[in-house]
């Protein structure tokens, strides 16, 4: 076999900042994600002047990736004649997994061995981690390096392991999606779910049918602040643009060459506003529309009549020429199916094929976008609700609305792709600091991302196999620029690069920050604006033997949290944390992380109501949604109410579909004044306040004796509250009956679907 031989000259590098011409030892590899073993050895690779590369031909990409990532800082020279000290690419075709990589560093030689080019680019990904950040940014100046010895041998243990980037909503740079392409392939991701085509803008070039980027591409306004907002507000700004097929043949190449595959999604039967507005032909009306100008669901879809389908194969034709992926997606989410069932033209269809209902229309529009995609030698993706009415063939499913559409077409024999909004949506909040950047809702912080189990519990070992891996999604809406992608990407992004690279036996959470905080420095060199949260403080409320505490903690070591209780923010010169903090009143506390110097994070504060219901016992006819359990129970009834955008927080616990039956025991006989807690009302979210709360008391174990119905206001507000007010009223025991809403109406975002219900403290004066 023909051996390539690349001579240059390394310059020293270090982990740590150090004076020129001394030389660097890297202590503790801080590897994300972390591989499946890893066993430091006795002695160091000593990189100088004389290194060079060795590779086979197969393993030439990854060889000129390392020359290349290595040249941004260095003048490389070549000999005829290669030193001793190398590093070397060699093929082991005994490896157990394609992507799967052994590197081994010696005193005298750094050896990666692969069973072919994937996988060792994914070595090269993981030597990367093991060189100095200053690389990545050439500020590097250092002259000599030693690494210690070490061996890695590592595969991943999802096959798909992706990210996914809706341009849609807000249009970004071609070098961006480049450098989101970078981090993905650092983070040895596979997969990049490009969401190309919505209500709200057509994103790529078409030639056949130019009015979706003359027309289609282009939005009049955009909505400013928040969909829940009322009135709504627009800023009168035109908004749009499209990737050229240049552009993109261009992205997928550079793609591509990191190993990461681009799929792209044309979203239908729904989310097709834009292209109606292009061309109303091919709507349900035939009556023009404009682009869509806010977020949300809306009632244009596609019809089903042949001009559709003509137009769409079309369409497909040319994305195929663009995207060589195996798959394609095709979208089925929150189609509405409102204009199908005042359409003749649907109708007629629905009767002609013999379907019962619009949801079995839906299926045969999936089954024959496939039917088309397979002739071309391609399958389909599609949100889990293309499983209503039947599955297309062959169609793989990635699973949003929680893990039940995972388990239905993993049991049907379908691959899955795991990817629910509890764990992988990267446009909910991600800290409970009310100063975070304007977001959609919800709460998704990084511990809880980390912790996502792909693998669903309620499937056997023979279903497991169809569940082929997981992705993070980040959807634009309020995403306008590239920084705030970044901030909301990251450091989630690199969770999920665990989650579905690494062995669960391998993964712990206090490692992972610790190793995070290190990988900070290479996201800053890198020019990655990542949210940091490692210096917050998180609380929690205890209670043991009827006395209450409050405990802080923060996710880094070696740092001290300093604290007040009189209101004032916490200094150097604040009393040190050492001990959970006793709650004997309502007490406001301030807290912060601080090293020997200055203040590091922001001031937490925490506000607690000392209630007549706190640390009392409290039941519930049925549990919270897993998704949504927050601090279990108790969190209703401990002093702590919930914030006011994070309807996913610890605070608020959400209930999916189900009525809901709360009873307190107060313990004793107890006057009773008033009664008070919050509802999140955010309908664009499936989020719904109930009408009105049954209220229930006793004086003894029959909560029945007295009864009330009062009605939930703010109704139309984003937060709906229940206030009720007693005269002369004692009780030992409370029971408040709270109805779901039910169906959501057509019409409304997630029709057809079960409602939220989420709900705050319960504050008993």
Same mark, same amino acid.
């Given at each position: 076999?023909?051996?390539?031989?690349?001579?240059?000259?390394?310059?020293?590098?270090? #982990?740590?900042?150090?004076?020129?011409?001394? &030389?660097?030892?890297?202590?503790?590899?801080?590897?994300?994600?972390?591989?499946?073993? =890893?066993?430091?050895?006795?002695?160091?690779?000593?990189?100088?002047?004389?290194?060079?590369?060795?590779?086979?031909?197969?393993?030439?990409?990854?060889?000129?990736?390392?020359?290349?990532? #290595?040249?941004?800082?260095?003048?490389?020279?070549?000999?005829?004649?290669?030193?001793?000290?190398?590093?070397?690419?060699?093929?082991?075709?005994?490896?157990?997994?394609?992507?799967?990589?052994?590197? &081994?560093?010696?005193?005298?030689?750094?050896?990666?061995?692969?069973?072919?080019? *994937?996988?060792?680019?994914?070595?090269?990904?993981? #030597?990367?981690?093991?060189?100095?950040?200053?690389?990545?940014?050439?500020?590097?100046?250092?002259?000599?390096?030693?690494?210690?010895?070490?061996?890695?041998?590592?595969?991943?243990?999802?096959?798909?392991?992706?990210?996914?980037?809706?341009?849609?909503?807000?249009?970004?740079?071609?070098?961006?999606?480049?450098?989101?392409?970078?981090?993905?392939?650092?983070?040895?991701?596979?997969?990049?779910?490009?969401?190309?085509?919505?209500?709200?803008?057509?994103?790529?070039?078409?030639?056949?049918?130019?009015?979706?980027?003359?027309?289609?591409?282009?939005?009049?306004?955009?909505?400013?602040?928040?969909?829940?907002?009322?009135? +709504?507000?627009?800023?009168?700004?035109?908004?749009?643009?499209?990737?050229?097929?240049?552009?993109?043949?261009?992205?997928?190449?550079?793609?591509?060459?990191?190993?990461?595959?681009?799929?792209?999604?044309?979203?239908?039967?729904? +989310?097709?506003?834009?292209?109606?507005?292009?061309?109303?032909?091919?709507?349900?009306?035939?009556?023009?529309?404009?682009?869509?100008?806010?977020?949300?669901?809306?009632?244009?879809?596609?019809?089903?009549?042949?001009?559709?389908?003509?137009?769409?194969?079309?369409?497909?034709?040319?994305?195929?020429?663009?995207?060589?992926?195996?798959?394609?997606?095709?979208?089925?989410?929150?189609?509405?199916?409102?204009?199908?069932?005042?359409?003749?033209?649907?109708?007629? &269809?629905?009767?002609?094929?013999? =379907?019962?209902?619009?949801?079995?229309?839906?299926?045969?529009?999936?089954?024959?976008?496939?039917?088309?995609?397979?002739?071309?030698?391609?399958?389909?993706?599609?949100?889990?609700?293309?499983?209503?009415?039947?599955?297309?063939?062959?169609?793989?499913?990635?699973?949003? &609305?929680?893990?039940?559409?995972?388990?239905?077409?993993?049991?049907?024999?379908?691959?899955?792709?795991?990817?629910?909004?509890?764990?992988?949506?990267?446009?909910?909040?991600?800290?409970?600091?009310?100063?975070?950047?304007?977001?959609?809702?919800?709460?998704?912080?990084?511990?809880?991302?980390?912790?996502?189990?792909?693998?669903?519990?309620?499937?056997?070992?023979?279903?497991?196999?169809?569940?082929?891996?997981?992705?993070?999604?980040?959807?634009?809406?309020?995403?306008?620029?590239?920084?705030?992608?970044?901030?909301?990407?990251?450091?989630?992004?690199?969770?999920?690069?665990?989650?579905?690279?690494?062995?669960? *036996?391998?993964?712990?959470?206090?490692?992972?920050?610790?190793?995070?905080?290190?990988?900070?420095?290479?996201?800053?060199?890198?020019?990655?604006?990542?949210?940091?949260?490692?210096?917050?403080?998180?609380?929690?409320?205890?209670?043991?033997?009827?006395?209450?505490?409050?405990? =802080?903690?923060?996710?880094?070591?070696? *740092?001290?949290?300093?604290?007040?209780?009189?209101?004032?923010?916490?200094?150097?010169?604040?009393?040190?944390?050492?001990?959970?903090?006793?709650?004997?009143?309502?007490?406001?506390?301030?807290?912060?992380?601080?090293?020997?110097?200055?203040?590091?994070?922001?001031?937490?504060?925490?506000?607690?109501?000392?209630?007549?219901?706190?640390?009392?016992?409290?039941?519930?006819?049925?549990?919270?949604?897993?998704?949504?359990?927050?601090?279990?129970?108790?969190?209703?009834?401990?002093?702590?109410?919930?914030? +006011?955008?994070?309807?996913?927080?610890?605070?608020? #616990?959400?209930?999916?579909?189900?009525?809901?039956?709360?009873?307190?025991?107060?313990?004793?006989?107890?006057?009773?004044?008033?009664?008070?807690?919050?509802?999140?009302?955010?309908?664009?979210?499936?989020?719904?306040?109930?009408?009105?709360?049954?209220?229930?008391?006793?004086?003894?174990?029959?909560?029945?004796? *007295?009864?009330?119905?009062?009605?939930?206001?703010?109704?139309?507000?984003?937060?709906?509250?229940?206030?009720?007010?007693?005269?002369?009223?004692?009780?030992?025991?409370?029971?408040?009956?709270?109805?779901?809403?039910?169906?959501?109406?057509?019409?409304?975002?997630?029709?057809?679907?079960?409602?939220?219900?989420?709900?705050?403290?319960?504050?008993?004066?």
């Amino acid at each position: 076999m023909q051996i390539n031989k690349l001579l240059f000259i390394l310059v020293g590098f270090g #982990l740590f900042f150090s004076c020129k011409n001394e &030389r660097i030892v890297i202590e503790k590899p801080n590897i994300i994600p972390i591989p499946s073993s =890893l066993k430091i050895e006795a002695g160091q690779y000593n990189l100088t002047a004389n290194t060079a590369i060795n590779f086979d031909d197969d393993f030439k990409a990854s060889a000129a990736f390392l020359k290349a990532y #290595l040249s941004k800082s260095f003048q490389i020279k070549t000999k005829k004649e290669a030193p001793t000290n190398t590093i070397s690419f060699k093929k082991d075709t005994l490896l157990s997994k394609a992507e799967g990589y052994k590197l &081994r560093i010696t005193p005298q030689l750094i050896s990666i061995s692969a069973a072919n080019n *994937k996988g060792a680019f994914y070595a090269v990904q993981t #030597l990367r981690q093991l060189l100095p950040a200053t690389l990545e940014n050439n500020t590097f100046e250092d002259e000599k390096i030693n690494i210690p010895c070490l061996t890695i041998e590592d595969e991943p243990q999802y096959e798909y392991r992706g990210m996914h980037l809706d341009v849609s909503r807000h249009l970004f740079s071609v070098n961006f999606i480049k450098k989101y392409i970078d981090a993905l392939a650092l983070l040895k991701m596979n997969t990049f779910h490009w969401h190309l085509t919505d209500d709200q803008g057509w994103r790529i070039e078409i030639k056949n049918y130019p009015e979706l980027n003359t027309i289609g591409a282009y939005r009049k306004e955009t909505l400013v602040g928040h969909y829940n907002d009322t009135p +709504h507000q627009f800023d009168g700004k035109k908004y749009g643009g499209f990737y050229t097929q240049d552009e993109i043949k261009d992205i997928v190449k550079y793609a591509q060459d990191r190993h990461i595959t681009i799929i792209p999604e044309i979203e239908m039967p729904g +989310h097709s506003q834009a292209v109606i507005a292009s061309y109303p032909k091919l709507g349900c009306t035939l009556s023009p529309v404009e682009v869509a100008t806010k977020w949300g669901v809306f009632e244009e879809i596609y019809c089903t009549r042949e001009a559709t389908f003509t137009f769409l194969e079309q369409v497909l034709d040319e994305v195929l020429e663009l995207f060589p992926s195996e798959n394609i997606h095709i979208g089925g989410d929150e189609a509405p199916k409102t204009r199908w069932k005042t359409c003749k033209d649907c109708q007629r &269809r629905m009767k002609t094929e013999g =379907l019962k209902d619009e949801q079995e229309l839906q299926s045969y529009f999936i089954k024959r976008i496939e039917n088309y995609l397979n002739s071309k030698g391609r399958q389909i993706i599609g949100w889990d609700e293309i499983l209503e009415g039947g599955l297309a063939p062959n169609a793989t499913v990635m699973s949003w &609305r929680g893990i039940e559409g995972a388990i239905t077409a993993a049991k049907a024999q379908h691959k899955v792709v795991m990817t629910p909004t509890s764990h992988s949506y990267f446009d909910y909040y991600q800290s409970d600091n009310e100063e975070e950047p304007l977001a959609i809702g919800g709460f998704l912080p990084l511990e809880k991302v980390y912790h996502f189990n792909p693998m669903p519990e309620a499937l056997n070992k023979a279903q497991q196999r169809y569940i082929i891996g997981a992705q993070g999604n980040v959807w634009t809406e309020y995403m306008p620029t590239e920084a705030q992608v970044e901030y909301m990407a990251f450091p989630r992004m690199l969770a999920m690069s665990e989650v579905v690279w690494s062995q669960a *036996k391998r993964k712990n959470y206090s490692d992972f920050i610790s190793r995070l905080e290190h990988f900070n420095k290479r996201l800053k060199a890198l020019d990655i604006n990542y949210a940091n949260h490692l210096y917050e403080v998180e609380g929690e409320l205890q209670s043991k033997n009827n006395k209450l505490s409050y405990s =802080l903690k923060t996710l880094t070591t070696n *740092k001290t949290i300093r604290y007040t209780l009189d209101g004032n923010r916490p200094t150097l010169n604040s009393k040190i944390y050492d001990a959970a903090i006793p709650i004997l009143k309502s007490t406001t506390i301030k807290a912060a992380v601080f090293n020997t110097e200055k203040q590091l994070g922001q001031t937490f504060l925490e506000t607690i109501n000392y209630h007549k219901a706190v640390g009392k016992k409290i039941t519930l006819n049925t549990t919270p949604h897993k998704a949504y359990s927050g601090s279990g129970k108790d969190g209703l009834i401990n002093g702590i109410s919930g914030s +006011h955008s994070r309807y996913g927080d610890k605070e608020w #616990l959400g209930f999916w579909g189900d009525d809901l039956e709360i009873t307190i025991d107060l313990g004793a006989i107890t006057k009773i004044n008033t009664i008070k807690t919050r509802f999140y009302n955010a309908n664009g979210q499936w989020l719904y306040a109930p009408e009105e709360v049954i209220v229930e008391f006793s004086e003894d174990c029959n909560v029945k004796d *007295k009864r009330q119905s009062v009605k939930v206001k703010n109704r139309d507000s984003l937060l709906s509250k229940f206030n009720v007010k007693f005269e002369g009223l004692s009780a030992s025991k409370i029971r408040l009956t709270i109805p779901n809403y039910g169906t959501i109406p057509e019409g409304k975002q997630g029709a057809g679907n079960k409602a939220w219900t989420f709900i705050d403290e319960i504050i008993v004066k």
